[in-house]
């Protein structure tokens, strides 16, 4: 093994021990359903003197068509800008006054409002939440404010040169499949949204059984559903369901060069991968810590630790509930192009020859659990783990049974993942030019 993973290996192990023990003296999640199908999850951390609330919707990219394309995101920051009761202003003032702010976006698989907010202020806090979930103003002139931040982003995304390559390499995978699109939409579908179609959008997204309510911090469980059947008990069904518009991905199989003004090349080369539900996909997140987790993944240690030929290198893996991507990537100099993306090629292959095993594993495995216990350190990132989860069907608590199905990863799941994923990669290679 690499002598770069072992000291890190250790301090993963130890953090995953430690975050163990503490999570073994935490109670129990709440978990309440109201008799209109909203479910409302509230974990109690009495040792920390902050509250934090995710609410999350059914909704995001992967619903969206490519004219509706951007649409949820472009909802939930326009209902940021304003209630029936509070302007834009007002709601930040009145968040900042207990000690917090709010927040809304949408993404791929859920859209989400959100807050923090000192844990004395929590029933103020969840007010703000259910009035900008509830209640939103969409007003006219702050619809046409929020569009042309938007269009900056867009543009900003489309300027940057691995962003631009991921988005890329994402239609090439992807094809047709909703999955291809960035969750901010495009410049011409985000002209075309009117506030006609993000009204229609909002009624036909903000029903109750599709809304998951989650709060951690220092509260009393008992109080905060009861404060929740109050702001949110009346909500009622109404008009048509939206309606997940996901097709079968369609990978290309091809090599796309691009030439664009950039100061690196960009090479990715992108592969399906399983759903989160499949039994292979703790294997595959691990697959991907061995090539990509770190300083100590294959594609650092080769390509850029002794052959120099990275800025940058990694493996992208996300969490969905369709086929995930596994976008392998690399930052390199333009005269390195050529040798870097056959050192890529090579890699990915000799994983398959060469497969992990002994130590390796293990620190891969210690890698991905320890990135999923660092990023649960928060309650607002707590609250975010349970809603998303809970939303998108598979469970508040699979973050816990995830961590447990990777320490049962074995080399012959990882080897197996290699095999049958691994195949026929889509590539897009960015090249600097005019």
Do not use: C
């Amino acid at each position: 093994m690499n002598r770069l993973g072992v000291p890190l290996a250790s301090a993963l192990l130890a953090l995953i021990v430690a975050a163990a023990s503490a999570g073994a003296q935490e109670p129990q999640v709440a978990r309440h359903v109201l008799p209109n199908g909203l479910t409302v999850l509230v974990r109690e951390n009495p040792a920390v003197g902050v509250v934090a609330v995710s609410l999350q919707v059914r909704a995001g990219s992967g619903f969206e068509t490519e004219s509706t394309a951007g649409i949820t995101n472009f909802l939930h920051r326009a209902m940021l800008r304003g209630t029936a009761r509070r302007t834009a202003v007002q709601l930040a003032t009145s968040s900042e006054d207990i000690g917090g702010g709010l927040d809304a976006n949408g993404e791929v698989e859920t859209a989400e409002v959100r807050g923090q907010a000192l844990a004395r202020h929590w029933e103020t806090l969840l007010g703000l939440v259910a009035e900008v979930a509830l209640l939103p103003s969409l007003r006219a002139d702050e619809i046409e404010k929020e569009r042309r931040l938007l269009l900056g982003q867009i543009k900003t995304r489309a300027d940057a040169p691995f962003w631009f390559s991921v988005d890329a390499v994402l239609r090439e995978l992807y094809g047709t499949n909703p999955y291809s699109r960035s969750q901010l939409g495009s410049k011409e579908s985000i002209e075309r949204i009117t506030r006609a179609d993000l009204l229609a959008h909002y009624r036909a997204i903000y029903q109750p059984d599709r809304i998951v309510l989650a709060v951690s911090g220092q509260i009393e469980r008992k109080r905060v559903i009861k404060a929740a059947e109050r702001l949110f008990g009346k909500m009622v069904r109404s008009g048509a369901d939206a309606q997940s518009t996901l097709t079968v991905a369609e990978p290309s199989g091809e090599r796309r060069v691009i030439t664009r003004p950039a100061q690196q090349a960009q090479i990715l080369v992108a592969y399906l991968g399983p759903s989160l539900s499949d039994p292979l996909y703790p294997a595959v997140r691990v697959l991907a810590a061995a090539l990509g987790g770190g300083m100590a993944g294959r594609l650092f240690v080769e390509l850029r630790d002794r052959r120099g030929l990275a800025y940058s290198t990694g493996v992208l893996t996300p969490y969905r509930t369709g086929p995930i991507f596994f976008v392998a990537y690399l930052g390199t100099a333009p005269a390195s192009a050529a040798a870097a993306e056959a050192g890529v090629l090579r890699e990915l292959e000799r994983v398959r020859e060469a497969p992990v095993n002994g130590d390796e594993l293990a620190r891969a495995k210690a890698y991905v659990r320890g990135q999923l216990a660092m990023d649960r350190r928060t309650n607002a990132r707590l609250a975010w783990y349970m809603a998303f989860f809970e939303t998108v069907g598979a469970g508040w608590d699979f973050p816990d049974r995830y961590a447990r199905a990777l320490d049962a990863v074995t080399a012959e799941d990882v080897a197996r993942a290699a095999e049958r994923y691994l195949t026929r990669p889509s590539i897009v290679v960015l090249q600097p030019g005019r």
